[in-house]
DNA sequence: ATGAAAGCGCTAACAG
DNA sequence: CTGTTAGCGCTTTCAT
């Protein structure tokens, strides 16, 4: 690192001098509660807009303890249910004054070396926005005395805190849903296996097959949430005999790979041959091609709850801890009505 | 702001007074080319290890002026090239040991605000990865000394650098395709009006239609990236008498809407009926379901173009500046197959 | 090769 | 209400 800042910005105690004041007063103005002269405060404020002064966040970091940065780990940007609730999330972080740092996960990357270098930066809170990512990443931040949440997860770990659906009782309302519509034979196609979100929504479908006098649906692993994962295990779970007249799919994006693979390879009709249903309710699922039932996600509670959760923890509340399962929304759509259905709102 | 870190975590003198050295020398392990006894720096990188420190990136920061965080600024998660462009951009910025503060910009919130608290962590560079944003945020950001750099789109600002596809060249690319397919009435529909994504592609399409002796294509303006704006557009366009017998989008995601419209609403063939172009060559292109053509946009080149710039830019060298085009990739599919065309590679 | 000391930009006691 | 002083965690002269 040969030399230092060059376009040095402008300075608290440039402003000071500007103003004749000392330093200590002029920092005041920029705290809500300090004690200051509010004439003061506004030349202050006044002459610091004028010359472009912003306070600098590491420094205020460095001696506060609050850096206020929000780590968000991802791992798959590629299901699309990931980059909406990341949208929706920075945006919320934002709101509550905080900024994002990102640390995007990927097979060329280990998560534990940018872990490390995004902690070196002492964010106040880490929220993990992944699929997998569960063990290796919490047990740094522990470490380090970071706070973490998962969202949309949750891991083995009872001092990670979470804020779920709650995907068992989601599924038991797909399962529901499906059943009514006079589905006999179920069938249910899983994401990433290992992972809460699939483990969970498998039980829950099962569960309420049994519950509804249902034999067990059948049950199949597409190895991961992409659309190509969903396509495969279509092919193998539809083309012999005894295929399912419903599927349930542990997410939207998988329901679409399926739903295509079933359409247009096996010439299957949905919702005639074969109803469908998805999770999460992405984008697509509205769309007039696949028109998907789904459960909706709580998107918005949860993100309420999590940036809750960072407030909080940057006021040195403690947390409530455990984890907060917020039940989601059915969406009927076509992809599930009945023949007899007249589904009344066609998309567009 | 009422209390100071809590779990205050090991710092550099902790690490000194355990090791009975100086600050200075202890400093000067963390530093590949500081001068320091190579036996020394093993014992305190060992210790290091062994306590879990980690240089504080943020006091770095403030005294090199070299924070190592790279600002992105994003506006449309949803349009699903953004995601796939923000995970490959992260993972390449990570790679080269920077970390990305993310801003999404909203309706809700005005970028303006948000980018300042993003500035006052002094990043060392932001990139701007959006279809608009273009003036507001680049002013802040020059005024601030920090160099910007466009991905995907560039603005009217002379002193903003940036990394683009060579629209016009690809737009060429397409409608040679098309030409070339047999279409002879053309069609472009277009996303949000006024970005220069829009505006170059449109005038190479235009021009190379002109170019070929045909009319000037049919154009519309769709008002968005999205979807749903590609469907409307692709009703108002063809459904009247002397519909184009091939429509290039602007993106793919207008594309996609646009064919759900031709085939669900309208009862077209894809593409005997009417041939069909996008851009950008996002994942669905792939799929069986719309098996688009497009015109690849050469990411990963102009990823490490741009982690190529930061790393210089934190070098203190000064860019090059400019605009940087690089040329993109046809990708023939189904969509835009002659009738006679045998397409070797069915999709899956 | 190592250490002492100054200082980055800022906040937080403590006086006045 | 304002200014002085100390210090956050670290780097960087400058001596030794």
């Not at 069938?187 to 809460?196: D, K, L, N, R, V």
């Not at 998107?299 to 940057?314: F, N, P």
Request: aromatic share 6%.
């Amino acid at each position: 690192m040969p030399h230092r800042r060059p376009p040095t910005a402008i300075t608290l105690k440039d402003l000071a001098r500007d103003l004749g004041m000392s330093v200590a007063t002029t920092g005041r103005a920029f705290h809500p509660g300090a004690v200051i002269a509010p004439a003061t405060r506004a030349r202050v404020l006044e002459r610091a807009l004028a010359l472009g002064y912003r306070p600098n966040a590491l420094a205020q970091g460095i001696i506060t303890g609050h850096t206020r940065i929000v780590g968000v780990l991802l791992s798959d940007l590629l299901n699309p249910f990931y980059p909406e609730a990341l949208a929706r999330l920075t945006e919320a972080v934002q709101q509550a004054g905080f900024n994002v740092m990102l640390l995007v996960a990927s097979p060329a990357q280990p998560v534990e070396e940018a872990l490390r270098l995004l902690l070196s930066y002492h964010p106040e809170f880490i929220i993990i926005l992944a699929t997998s990512l569960a063990g290796e990443a919490a047990g740094a931040c522990q470490e380090a005395g970071t706070p973490v949440l998962f969202l949309n997860r949750h891991s083995a770990d009872p001092r990670a805190h979470a804020v779920i659906c709650d995907n068992r009782g989601g599924a038991a309302q797909v399962a529901d849903h499906l059943i009514d519509g006079g589905a006999r034979r179920l069938g249910f196609i899983g994401g990433q296996p290992g992972t809460s979100t699939n483990a969970e929504r498998a039980e829950g479908f099962r569960a309420r097959c049994l519950a509804r006098g249902l034999p067990p649906p059948l049950e199949l692993e597409a190895g991961a949430f992409t659309y190509q994962a969903g396509y495969d295990a279509a092919l193998r779970c539809l083309g012999g005999p005894g295929r399912p007249e419903a599927l349930f799919c542990a997410s939207d994006i998988l329901a679409a790979g399926a739903m295509d693979a079933a359409r247009l390879r096996l010439g299957l009709r949905v919702p005639e041959d074969l109803a469908f249903a998805g999770f999460d309710d992405i984008a697509l699922a509205s769309w007039p091609s696949y028109d998907l039932t789904t459960l909706r996600q709580p998107l918005r509670r949860m993100i309420e709850l999590a940036v809750e959760w960072i407030t909080r923890s940057a006021r040195g509340e403690p947390l409530p801890g455990g984890i907060e399962r917020i039940p989601g929304e059915l969406v009927p759509r076509r992809s599930s009505a009945r023949p007899a259905d007249t589904v009344l709102e066609t998309p567009f």
